[in-house]
């Protein structure tokens, strides 16, 4: 079946260090790709999304590309902020999505 | 436009007790879902529906029900409550077609059953 492993949590990081969440995934067939987002209290939004090998998704600063050879879709922020604490979660889609089990990350400043 | 909403936000029932988490969506979306959220194990999707009228097993439906009568609304009914269903509970859409396409999840409900 489907599945998406993404690094283990919670991560904890000083303001302005350089962001990686891993996501490496198992796929019959060939899935868009999607990081999403959790702030406290809320339910998910969309951060970024990728529908073909070597696709750069990005927004708000976070970048990650698809990697078939590889089958990953790492998350990378060059700078975080406080504001980026949240629960990130790697999630992968054929016709149902299928989520990694998420990481925390605290950004202390 | 509203988006996807749910209620209620919060919820406290007594194992054997039943009840109807509500979900609706505003914007003409075809394809509606409901997720659990537990720690430590990402969401799990419990039913879906691809349209009015039609519905399908997720990952973890024993417990559950949904009916989806009109686009807009998909109820997830718990027919007899137990411990091992409290969670957080997400309701989403999306459009239908393109598997590429954003899901918009409502803000969901937290439900205890003690």
């Known amino acids: 079946g489907n599945s998406v492993t993404q690094m283990e949590g919670p991560v904890t990081l000083s303001e302005e260090a350089f962001l990686t969440i891993n996501c490496t995934y198992t796929a019959t067939g060939y899935p868009s790709l999607f990081w999403y987002v959790q702030y406290p209290g809320e339910g998910l939004q969309l951060l970024l999304k990728a529908t073909k090998a070597d696709d750069k998704g990005s927004n708000k600063g976070f970048e990650a590309t698809y990697r078939k050879e590889t089958t990953s879709f790492h998350l990378e922020k060059g700078s975080v902020q406080v504001s980026d604490s949240a629960v990130y979660f790697c999630?992968?889609?054929?016709?149902?999505?299928?989520f990694g089990t998420g990481t925390r990350l605290t950004i202390i400043p | 436009n509203a988006g996807v909403t749910q209620t209620p936000k919060f919820q406290v029932l007594k194992t054997g007790q039943s009840m109807t988490l509500q979900c609706a969506q505003d914007m003409n979306h075809e394809y509606m879902s409901w997720y659990r959220q537990d720690p430590g194990m990402g969401l799990r999707l419990i039913h879906y529906?691809?349209?009015?009228?039609?519905?399908d097993q997720g990952e973890v439906p024993n417990g559950y029900n949904v009916s989806r009568s009109t686009t807009e609304d998909f109820p997830l009914r718990l027919l007899s409550a137990a411990p091992s269903q409290t969670s957080v509970y997400f309701c989403a859409s999306r459009t239908g077609g393109a598997r590429g396409l954003e899901q918009y999840f409502g803000p969901g409900t937290r439900l205890t059953v003690t």
């Open positions: 999630a992968l889609s054929l016709e149902k999505l299928t």
């Open positions: 529906s691809v349209g009015a009228g039609i519905t």
